[in-house]
């Protein structure tokens, strides 16, 4: 039971370890970078980031952690450890406020993000010239030319537009970001003040 608890606590800190170095690197390294950006760079960027961080080595810790902080919450509970439970405890609260702002304000501000310019293009569609003439048309199909696909993605990039789209998205996005990483660095000091107090107990107990 005790090899159980110690193993379940060790990898639970770890996890909890990487989730708040990553917020922390976006919150000291990546925005900060991004700030000084144009507005169509910051945009673009923040998009490919969104996409290519939902992968399994970023779903598996950040998902699973729940589970297992509160595997070593019980473990605590009913092991030799019960001197760490308070701990335990107070770093699966604040890693579910972590993840509570990732998944309610950070994620959703992602969404709207990403789909910011494919509205902004769809309305450039819409108010773009519907005549059936060579104006319209352009040439090679529509490709160029007034009212054609690559002047609509022209009006689909105005700065306004991606201003527009960055402004609505940078700040909630950034403060909420520190929140989280302040969560969840909170959490990785509680289990690891946790991991030391279950070490001494065993030591004890030996």
Not at 64 to 72: D, F, K, M
Not at 143 to 171: C, I, N, Q
Request: glycine share 12%.
């Amino acid at each position: 039971m005790r090899v159980v608890q110690t193993a379940t606590l060790l990898v639970a800190t770890l996890g909890v370890g990487l989730m708040a170095g990553l917020f922390a690197a976006f919150a000291y390294a990546v925005m900060p970078g991004l700030r000084r950006s144009a507005d169509r760079t910051f945009v673009e960027a923040m998009q490919n980031i969104n996409r290519a961080i939902v992968n399994g080595w970023f779903l598996l810790p950040f998902l699973l952690l729940i589970p297992l902080l509160v595997l070593a919450t019980v473990l605590a509970w009913n092991g030799p450890g019960r001197v760490a439970l308070p701990w335990i405890l107070a770093a699966l609260v604040l890693y579910l406020a972590g993840f509570c702002v990732t998944s309610g304000v950070n994620v959703p501000l992602n969404n709207a993000l990403d789909k910011a310019r494919h509205n902004a293009f769809d309305n450039a569609l819409d108010k773009a010239p519907t005549d059936d003439g060579p104006a319209a048309l352009g040439d090679a199909g529509g490709s160029r030319g007034p009212g054609g696909p690559a002047d609509t993605a022209e009006m689909a990039d105005r700065p306004g537009v991606l201003k527009a789209a960055r402004d609505s998205f940078e700040g909630r996005w950034v403060t909420w970001n520190i929140v989280r990483a302040l969560a969840h660095t909170a959490a990785f000091g509680m289990l690891a003040w946790a991991l030391f107090l279950h070490g001494v107990a065993g030591a004890g107990a030996g």
